[in-house]
């Protein structure tokens, strides 16, 4: 059972930076590929980004691409989310993800985190 913890979400005026962080503990983190995913009040849950086991393939949302960068360190069982550029509509809850496959689909995956908030004020 893998257990995702994510922190880093917080109040950030629109055009500020934020970096999510998701620690993973009870699994080979090395063998899940990571991603995550995001929830805006009365949404459904959408793709942001993702990246393979290794860390070399990395995927995104268009609506996140040039702006937010997805990076993992398999040493310390953690994946990032760098956010640059915020805007109002990235204010969401951020669910962090593991899966066995890369996947952009919400249904089917392994674990989730219990989520970070992200409010980006204009």
């Keep these: 059972q893998v257990r ?7 109040l950030v005026q629109s ?8 620690a993973a503990s009870g699994g080979t983190f090395s063998s899940y590929a990571m991603g995550w995913f995001r929830q805006a009040p009365g949404k459904e849950r959408e793709f942001v980004a993702g990246i393979n086991w290794s860390g070399v393939g990395t995927y995104y949302a268009d609506s ?6 997805i990076s993992r ?9 760098q956010m640059n ?3 109002p509509e990235d204010t969401a809850v951020y669910y962090c993800t593991a899966n066995r496959i890369a996947t952009i689909r919400a249904d089917g995956i392994d674990y989730w985190g219990k989520g970070t908030l992200v409010t980006v004020s204009s």
Excluded: H, I, M
């Design 4 to 10: 995702l913890v994510e922190s880093g979400g917080a």
């Design 64 to 69: 996140v691409k040039g702006r937010f960068t």
């Design 85 to 87: 550029s915020l805007k």
């Design 73 to 81: 360190d398999n040493a310390e069982n953690t994946v990032y989310l």
């Design 15 to 22: 055009g500020g930076s934020l970096r999510l962080s998701c």
